[in-house]
């Protein structure tokens, strides 16, 4: 019998021996770095000549791994074995299917550091964020067999006499699985163990950028038992494989999370029925974010900016519930801006391992590129009051940036940055604030800081948003505590880490006897 869930506690890296510990153990996987990583399908790891190559974006010199890129036929042959496992392991009861997980967590929990070392190395998050991302894998595996193990009780249907009605939720078949880069093993881990854990068997395509940490976690559950077959192991081009896969007839869902062009493509090739096709396609998507935190004129303004600095920068800027935008009363603007940039210019940027830095490196040369020219435009449309430079020659590293002034309407008041740069809006009282937060197609996470009781239950109700959070940063959910999701074109609101989540792949069957 599994005890109750609890989330992971997380490390303390003020503690001198856990930060040896932690240098130790990144050490240990520097030296391991630069390997050949095959895919791997069914019984088969296989090595291709074309190789994805990762690198360390705060030092692009330095090569995590080499990983085998996949190609339509071997997509094709990926299909093939998720169906043919498919066969067998939706009949594998879900005690069995449970244990997978809990044993993926106990192996996981015990190279927490291992795990944390690599994200550290391959995408550039700090000590504590790295932690966190291995903490609500962890969750995810958990939490998820828990919820296996509620969800296969018999569903309480009304008695009718002369009958006896039996419902099941069964699995639904061979899912392709998407992952974002920002969170390469928690995501990942999440995404995976929903759709195998009720009984469906999957091909993982990891992002390109985050391969090794993706095939890292493959492995584990390899330790763990897992037979071959339930998780195919696919990195590649998502132009390439990820389109052939997502139209290919046998797939049943594609769980997706990353940015919203990618996942309104999905969508519209997941509804185009090709043939040989016998279903509906279920689309299960997160995309992304432009979230706001509105700061009342009734709060202490030196809590607020410090929610609003965590929320804004903490990974770079680089969470789809990062605040991206903060509205501020009018009455207090001014104020909020000076306390605002005062405590931006103590944030530390740095190399990640370095437990003194806050921010590391932003996640490759394309998301570089791409945040400094959104910083140009906002120079445009508002006024830069700090920040707008990259540091050094070596790395992607970008200053915090904050720009002032900037107009409701402005692009970087609406487009998605991913990255540390900050938009402050003026808004003459909560009313208008309220409104402002709600102008854009998004709808993923967003705050309020106020000690106004009337503004709070206003924006509880009108803050149209999936995540609102009042008085606190917007960022950081827990698995089973704040269910993740958003709404518009944030993505269809799947809830991550909820209790619903698991009914999303699978259907439920109902049989009728007569007595």
């Known amino acids: 019998m599994l005890k109750s869930f609890t989330n992971e506690e997380f490390l303390d890296f003020t503690n001198v021996k856990v930060q040896q510990k932690a240098l130790t153990t990144l050490n240990e996987v520097r030296k391991g770095l630069g390997k050949d990583y095959p895919l791997i399908i069914g019984k088969e790891k296989i090595f291709t000549e074309e190789k994805i190559i990762s690198t360390n974006p705060a030092n692009p010199e330095e090569i995590i791994g080499y990983v085998s890129k996949g190609n339509k036929d071997l997509a094709q042959l990926a299909m093939e074995e998720g169906v043919k496992a498919f066969s067998w392991w939706k009949k594998i009861p879900v005690e069995e299917r449970v244990r997978y997980l809990i044993k993926g967590a106990e192996i996981l929990r015990k190279r927490k550091l291992e795990f944390a070392s690599l994200l550290v190395l391959e995408i550039g998050k700090s000590w504590r964020e790295a932690d966190a991302d291995v903490a609500e894998a962890i969750d995810f595996l958990e939490y998820y067999g828990r919820q296996a193990l509620l969800l296969q009780k018999e569903p309480f249907l009304i008695p009718y006499p ?37 009984g469906n068997t999957v091909v993982l395509k990891p992002a390109s950028i985050t391969p090794v940490i993706g095939y890292k976690f493959v492995e584990l559950m390899e330790e763990a038992g897992l037979p071959s077959g339930v998780i ?25 999370t990353g940015s919203k062009e990618v996942g309104l493509r999905i969508n519209k090739l997941a509804a185009e029925i090709t043939k040989g096709q016998r279903w509906i396609k279920r689309v299960v998507a997160e995309m992304g974010g432009k979230d706001g935190i509105i700061v009342d004129e009734d709060v202490n303004l030196e809590e ?19 605040c991206s935008r ?30 003194n ?10 998301a570089f590129n791409n945040i400094l020219k959104y910083i140009e435009i906002g120079k445009g449309e508002g006024k830069l009051v700090y920040g707008g430079n990259r540091i050094g020659d070596s790395g992607y590293f970008i200053q915090p940036t904050v720009i002032i002034d900037v107009p409701p309407e402005g692009v970087i008041a609406q487009e998605e940055i991913f990255g540390p740069v900050l938009a402050v809006i003026k808004a003459k009282d909560f009313d208008e604030a309220l409104k402002i937060a709600n102008n854009t197609e998004f709808g993923l996470t967003g705050g309020v800081c106020s000690n106004n009781r009337s503004n709070l239950e206003k924006a509880r109700e009108e803050f149209y948003v999936g995540n609102l959070y009042f008085n606190r940063k917007i960022t950081g959910a827990l698995v089973g505590v704040q269910p993740f999701g958003g709404y518009n074109m944030s993505g269809t609101c799947s809830k991550a880490g909820g209790p619903d989540y698991l009914q999303l792949f699978t259907q439920m069957k109902v049989v009728t006897e007569k007595f």
């Not at 998502?238 to 997706?256: M, P, Q, S, W, Y």
């Open 304 to 322: 607020a900016v410090k929610i609003v600095v965590t929320s804004a920068y903490g990974f770079q800027g680089q969470k789809c519930s990062a």
């Open 357 to 366: 830095n806050f921010m590391g490196p932003v996640s490759d040369k394309n």
């Open 232 to 256: 195919n192991f696919l990195p590649g081009s998502g132009g390439e494989i990820g389109d052939f896969l997502v139209k290919h007839a046998k797939t049943r869902f594609i769980n997706f």
């Open 326 to 355: 903060v509205i501020v009363h009018q009455r207090v603007y001014d104020e909020f801006i000076e306390k605002l940039v005062e405590e931006v210019k103590k944030i530390k940027v740095g190399v990640p391992e370095d437990f």
């Open 162 to 198: 002369g009958e006896e009605n039996w419902a099941r939720y069964i699995p639904l078949g061979v899912g392709v699985i998407i992952p974002p880069w920002n969170f390469p093993l928690a995501i990942l881990v999440g995404m995976v163990s929903a759709a195998i854990v009720t």
